[in-house]
């Protein structure tokens, strides 16, 4: 499961990425070339993983996974009311400005990266650890 979550989460990343250089202010959301390099990379890295071990995959989930959900939780707490200096028009709440006239993320930002955070741990937690066999495990045929 894990793998296609991430390949899905993945080409979904790049998607975003690609939709974001044509409507950056597409459904409330602050796309800015930054923005869109970032979700371009973070795709890239998903779809990565998504063929890498097991083990990587789930680690890469979990990690990035926490990455993306604290960062919408930390644009709800630190965002203030405001009007964005990357081109977007209108007044918008819960603006957390990263980089100022670069990376700037509003609501719809912040609900999404909580909802993609949420997807990856979700898979990163479903899936099973994988063991290794021990020493204790082998067992060697004598004859």
Do not use: C
Request: zero cysteines; aromatic letters at 8%; hydrophobic letters at 50%.
């Amino acid at each position: 499961m894990i793998r296609q979550t991430l390949t899905v989460l993945g080409w979904a990343f790049i998607a975003i990425s690609v939709i974001g250089f044509f409507a950056p202010g597409l459904l409330g959301t602050h796309l800015s070339i930054s923005h869109d390099v970032i979700h371009l990379t973070s795709g890239g890295a998903a779809l990565w993983f998504a063929r890498a071990s097991l083990r990587s995959a789930k680690i890469f989930a979990l990690t990035f996974g926490t990455i993306y959900g604290l960062l919408g939780v930390a644009g709800f707490i630190l965002g203030d009311p405001g009007i964005s200096l990357t081109g977007h028009v209108g007044m918008t709440q819960n603006l957390l400005v990263v980089i100022p006239h670069t990376l700037e993320l509003g609501t719809a930002d912040h609900v999404l990266h909580i909802i993609l955070g949420g997807a990856f741990l979700v898979a990163g937690f479903v899936t099973k650890p994988i063991e290794l066999p021990t020493r204790s495990d082998t067992r060697v045929a004598i004859s």
